[in-house]
């Protein structure tokens, strides 16, 4: 599969093995394909890219300017009045408050065809190559997320999709206003149990934008641990894991009186006719393929249920 996929955009795989000192295998892969340059920038703990060619210009805002854009959501710039809000508010991540020892304040102009805001972030990084890392499904359409990116580092970043950045500041305007993490969120809990880290992690900052608390689990098991200890108001869960199954974990589920009527939502690659008839047999209120994965219709799903 490696070798397919690497062929595929004009790359080699070669393997050498000696008998009792190891194997090395080595991919060369076209950097003009690979590579992508954006601007680093962190958001509280979070680092995300945003891509070069959507910023304009990076600038220093001084606080009381700060202060009446995150009231109003608007930032007067060299005579032009722009959309403004906090980065970390679009993203639906906890934002702290403003450092009473700054003096200015980092903001990137983001642009998209004739689009432009303002984006208040903790700090500018610079700028940065990375390694293009396409999300797997059913990941592939993520709201505010294009793909992933290899740091010389060897650490993932998220990178941003400008255009959806913009969509959100127009559409709420002030999104980026001074809100503590319980203010932009619905007290609505869900409970994420897969064992792939990465769809794990995306489903979780899917959830966290659209509102939600969100825990998560690596395999049923720890999913039922979990719930013993905490309220969940929802459970969406991968099938196949080890320790314990989605199958099984919904049994778990239904046949336990206080979780009974916990909704649970499957999202699965099992698409066999008996698998699905399965999965609503044992109680499950929904079940999404991964390979027609949408997270529009996820979401709906969700806020229905709940």
């Known amino acids: 599969i490696v070798r397919e996929q690497v062929e595929r955009i004009d790359g080699t795989v070669s393997v050498k093995s000696a008998p009792g000192k190891g194997t090395t295998i080595s991919l060369i892969l076209p950097a003009s394909i690979a590579s992508y340059r954006g601007l680093l920038v962190s958001v509280g703990d979070t680092r995300l890219l945003l891509p070069a060619e959507s910023v304009e210009r990076v600038i220093g805002v001084p606080r ?61 990084l610079g700028e940065t190559d990375v390694l293009v890392k396409d999300l797997p499904l059913p990941l592939r359409r993520v709201q505010n997320i294009s793909s992933a990116g290899l740091l010389g580092s060897g650490d993932l970043v998220l990178i941003a999709r400008a255009s959806d950045l913009l969509t959100a500041v127009n559409t709420h305007g002030r999104a980026g206003a001074e809100l503590d993490t319980a203010d932009i969120r619905h007290t609505a809990r869900v409970l994420i149990v897969d064992d792939s880290i990465t769809t794990r992690t995306m489903e979780k900052n899917l959830f966290e934008a659209a509102g939600y608390a969100v825990t998560t689990a690596v395999d049923g098991m720890d999913a039922w641990s979990i719930l013993q200890t905490i309220e969940v108001d929802l459970v969406v869960s991968d099938i196949d894991m080890p320790r314990m199954n989605g199958f099984d974990l919904t049994a778990q589920i239904r046949g336990d009186g206080r979780l009974a009527e916990t909704p649970v939502v499957l999202v699965t690659a099992l698409e066999s006719r008996a ?32």
């Open 64 to 124: 009381s300017s700060v202060t009446a854009a995150l009231q109003t959501g608007m930032l007067p710039q060299n005579g032009e009045t722009l959309p403004f809000a906090r980065l970390s508010a679009l993203l639906g991540l906890a934002s702290g408050t403003l450092s009473e020892a700054r003096r200015l304040f980092p903001c990137a102009l983001v642009t998209n065809g004739t689009r432009r805001a303002a984006l208040l972030v903790d700090e500018i």
């Open 275 to 306: 698998d699905k008839e399965r999965g609503i047999r044992i109680g499950a209120n929904a079940y999404v393929l991964k390979s027609s994965f949408d997270q529009t219709n996820l979401l709906e799903i969700v806020g229905r249920l709940i």
